[in-house]
């Protein structure tokens, strides 16, 4: 238990000091964090709901600050460049995130033209019939999702690399809270990206 905990904090570690630096992007974070705990409480109350939330709140937020406001030049705090981070990445990296936003901004057009997904899901008979199909739609592609890349990894590294990325996705909204709750206030004060201080005390 004790190795697991202590991979689980290297990789909440390198997310942070690789990815996060612009303080919009933890901002977007953080809201991305407060919609994914709402998710997770309508989970238990309506799954397709939960998915809409998911996506639409916390995922687009999510992603947003990754793609459009995280320096992508080279990393002087870390010493590495995009290219290198982006072959490192434990996760879903730029490129495979376009994949996957590109399944999840597609799907609604499948649900269009395969209402039921060949008799998997209820014929919706109005708009909200139809969200809630989406939603579920939605679901299984978040879990699908999920399950891919921890597979991926243990066929990559080991079995324990993907738990613990696994274990860390679920957590991320916990994390993330605690460690981006003042980036609001920074960005408030100008501060457009993050010193890192706590990365070059570490170095």
Do not use: C
Not at 57 to 86: C, I, L
Not at 148 to 153: K, Y
Not at 184 to 189: M, T
């Amino acid at each position: 238990m004790q190795s697991f905990l202590r991979a689980l904090k290297i990789q909440r570690w390198d997310d942070h000091r690789y990815y996060h630096h612009s303080r919009i992007n933890q901002s977007l974070h953080l809201v991305s964090a407060l919609s994914f705990l709402a998710s997770y409480v309508m989970v238990f109350r309506s799954p397709a709901a939960a998915a809409l939330i998911g996506w639409l709140g916390a995922m687009v937020s999510r992603q947003a600050g990754h793609f459009f406001f995280e320096p992508k030049d080279y990393d002087e705090v870390n010493h590495a460049t995009h290219q290198h981070k982006e072959r490192i990445k434990v996760g879903y990296n730029l490129r495979r995130k376009v994949v996957l936003l590109s399944l999840w901004g597609l799907s609604p057009l499948l649900l269009w033209a395969a209402p039921t997904l060949m008799g998997i899901l209820r014929r919706p008979t109005n708009a909200a019939e139809f969200l809630r199909n989406l939603g579920e739609l939605w679901l299984a592609l978040g879990i699908g999702a999920l399950l891919f890349r921890t597979i991926q990894l243990a066929f990559l590294k080991d079995l324990r690399t993907g738990l613990v990325w696994l274990t860390k996705i679920l957590t991320d909204p916990f994390h993330d809270i605690m460690l981006y709750y003042r980036a609001p206030l920074y960005l408030l004060r100008g501060e457009l990206i993050d010193p890192m201080t706590e990365v070059t005390q570490r170095a």
